[in-house]
């Protein structure tokens, strides 16, 4: 996450990044664009009670994990809770008879020992304390032995990311006294500070008669930085491609990197996200010809050209190893890349799986499902005597949809197993990965990525040899076999009421009907092309994102559209495909997960469309399956008046009892990562990065700042923002959202 549209008050987004010139399809794209003006459609902002709820930062407005399946599939029960209102207040807003609570925040102590948090920019030690831009995280039960206990809902540990940072230009500038600095070269004081920022946490959280608290000083707890050390795993594992000065067997790599969605495993461990890695890295302007080989064409597929800078500078805070990592250019004269940092990155970009209830073992990266901007990972149905399915999405313009089929199948004793990480290289380093292709009549199908398919030797003057070979350059793998590029993939989630897979596609301003160079057409998957005005700025292509969901039927699926994200007065014809009403309209859906407790979706938003309007948000759904809707045709004029039209498959339309907005959030932060207790009577929410929209000149006026949210909520020192996780409970201690 982290990674909106550009707007002309928001931060980068990092992710908005266009790596894909591939001249894959976008299947029979025939669509064309109308304005669509916000002003006039507008429909008034829905207002209720706003009484603060002491101590939180909260008002009164009138809730998984992606694990297996349950055997008995779960019956949704009914949204129960009156809709919260859009808001532009620096809190966060949830609905009456409920109450949020500030639980764990950026600079918090991890470890023992660790000193309080100033929040003033002189805090250090980040590799011991919470981190920044708190994202996807899951739940771990602990019994009263303080072993794993999947059925405890009292007390737990929470495996959370740490994505990134508040930046504006190089330095993350919240966490600095001054701002930090905005020129090259960065102090190496400031590199150590942001680097440790990134990453994992696991605390300890528990229940007790005055709410929920996480035990600072637990013996569970730990952190793991860009600096840990790892093992690589899989097919990839040894290859030639990941030797480098610091492991020069390619079997470990330092660390993990923009860590985002995740995962949990039948088995009991977590699963994280590698997502917009590659931009913290830098080459040379001549590197292309000190290479000389195929790591070109990758590279450049992986948005990092030759003279392309890095995002912090970290590889200027010294000529240590630790810096100079991050110049991934052809320095040495080895041929093998044991004598510099040619071939770091592709230790980036997978799933790493930790286990939580375990601090004593190295992280495992995944490589045999794939590399690329990753999100969460989702398991289909957990059938013994079958292999196991994990779903991802590539999060960035015009990237797929995967999904990894283990050669192992499932045997039920492996859902207790003492060595958890054991489990792993059983189900997730040997399997097959496809490539979602979708087609214009509601139907898909799933293309193997594989050295024997005929498409992918040779592609793009890249040749792919070797398993490894898919498993470190998967992007140009699917290229080659003409997956269908969709609007960002964000979060993926699995439906426990029926086993569909839904994914979020935020948004994608690449989206025309009159495409210029690096644009592509709409198709019937990702059917809009529009214009969205924000003031007066205007946001063409897909500016408000929406979520298609799948029916897996082995070799393909079924698909539909499950909700378009617009503005209840939006065109109806072109916009606002599902009819949205003001307590259900929203913007960049990213966030997705099911409660395996009551069966409701959970949607969450990062934003930059309509935040003129509302600050980001939650909404809860009660969903329907493929199919439950209908065909619409969208006919768009295309700029010589001509019309185009396409058909695409929308789902029912959803009711007020079938979806409404939960949760708003403080100003410029974004809704991320949800986790629950397993009796669905407690959830986690992750609030990431409030107040982003502050400029670096105004780091020491807090009333200038765009956001003082928790501080203004009552919690810690200092009014610096800082990202945080929440805590929600229903007041009448019920199932949150029913």
């Not at 799933?351 to 990266?365: F, G, M, N, P, S």
């Amino acid at each position: 996450m982290t990674h909106r549209e550009i707007a002309p008050e928001q931060a980068i987004d990092f992710n908005n990044e266009n790596a894909n010139n591939s001249a894959n399809p976008t299947f029979e794209s025939v669509l064309g664009a109308r304005l669509s003006r916000r002003g006039l459609l507008r429909g008034s902002v829905g207002t209720v009670g706003t009484a603060m709820l002491a101590g939180f930062g909260v008002s009164a407005c009138g809730g998984g994990s992606d694990g297996p399946e349950v055997e008995t599939p779960i019956v949704p029960q009914l949204l129960g809770f009156t809709a919260v209102g859009k808001s532009l207040a620096d809190s966060v807003i949830v609905p009456a008879g409920y109450t949020a609570s500030v639980l764990y925040a950026l600079g918090d102590p991890v470890l023992p020992g660790t000193s309080a948090y100033r929040n003033d920019g002189t805090d250090t030690d980040f590799d011991k304390r919470a981190g920044d831009h708190h994202d996807g995280m899951e739940w771990f039960g602990l019994g009263a032995d303080g072993q794993r206990n999947d059925n405890a809902t009292e007390r737990g540990l929470l495996a959370i990311n740490h994505e990134a940072t508040t930046d504006e230009k190089l330095s993350s500038f919240f966490i600095h006294a001054n701002g930090g600095a905005s020129t090259l070269p960065r102090p190496a004081v400031e590199v150590d500070k942001e680097v440790a920022l990134h990453g994992i946490a696991v605390i300890e959280v528990t229940k007790t008669a005055g709410g929920w608290g996480y035990a600072p000083n637990s013996a569970r707890n730990f952190r793991l930085t860009p600096l840990s050390p790892m093992e690589l795993s899989g097919p990839a594992r040894g290859n030639a491609q990941l030797v480098t000065k610091y492991a020069p067997t390619g079997t470990t790599t330092r660390g993990t990197l923009n860590n985002c969605g995740t995962g949990k495993t039948p088995w009991g461990t977590f699963l994280t996200g590698e997502e917009n890695w590659f931009g913290y890295f830098t080459r040379g302007a001549a590197d292309d010809a000190a290479r000389g080989d195929k790591s070109v064409v990758s590279l450049k597929r992986y948005g990092r050209n030759q003279g392309a800078a890095s995002r912090h500078g970290w590889e200027t805070g010294g000529l240590e190893d630790q810096y100079q990592r991050w110049n991934i250019s052809k320095t040495g004269a080895s041929v093998d890349g044991s004598d510099d940092y040619r071939n770091e990155m592709n230790g980036m970009g997978y799933i790493v799986e930790i286990d939580a209830y375990d601090k004593t073992r190295l992280a495992k990266k995944r490589t045999g499902l794939g590399r690329f901007a990753h999100e969460s990972a989702a398991f289909g149905k957990v059938v013994a005597g079958q292999p196991l399915t994990v779903y991802m999405g590539d999060d960035s313009r015009g990237e797929y949809i995967y999904k990894f089929v283990s050669s192992a199948v499932w045997s039920a004793a492996d859902a207790n197993a003492a060595d958890r990480l054991a489990v792993g290289d059983k189900y997730l380093d040997s399997g097959t990965l496809y490539v979602a292709q979708f087609s214009a009549d509601g139907s898909g199908k799933w293309v193997e990525l594989s050295v024997s398919n005929p498409a992918i030797a040779g592609y793009a003057g890249f040749a792919f040899t070797s398993a490894a070979d898919i498993a470190i350059h998967t992007r140009l793998a699917a290229d080659a076999v003409g997956a269908t590029k969709m609007d960002r993939p964000e979060w993926n989630a699995v439906n426990p009421a029926n086993g569909e897979i839904y994914f979020t596609l935020t948004n994608n301003s690449n989206r025309s009907i009159d495409p210029a160079s690096g644009q592509y057409l709409p198709d019937a998957a990702n059917p809009r092309a529009y214009t969205d005005m924000k003031g007066a700025s205007k946001q063409n292509g897909n500016p408000n994102g929406h979520l298609v969901r799948l029916k897996d039927t082995g070799a393909g699926f079924q698909w539909d559209v499950y909700l378009f994200g617009a503005e209840a007065g939006a065109d109806k014809g072109l916009v606002n495909l599902s009819a949205l009403t003001d307590d259900q309209d929203f913007s960049s859906p990213d966030g997705l997960v099911f409660s395996k407790a009551t069966g409701i979706c959970w949607i969450q938003t990062d934003d930059g469309a309509y935040t003129d309007v509302t600050n980001c948000m939650m909404l809860a759904a009660v969903p329907g399956s493929v199919g439950d809707g209908g065909k619409k045709t969208l006919n768009h004029t295309k700029a010589d008046g001509s019309i185009l039209a396409v058909d695409t498959y929308v789902g029912k339309a959803a009711t007020p009892s079938t979806l409404k907005r939960f949760l708003v959030g403080p100003k410029g932060s974004e809704i991320t990562g949800l986790a629950e207790t397993p009796d669905g009577k407690a959830i986690f929410v992750n609030i990431q990065h409030p107040g982003e929209g502050t400029a670096m000149a105004n780091i020491s006026d807090p009333a200038k700042y765009q956001s003082q949210w928790p501080a203004n909520a009552g919690y810690g020192s200092g009014k610096r923002p800082r990202s945080a996780t929440i805590v929600i409970t229903k007041n009448d201690g019920g199932k949150v959202g029913t």
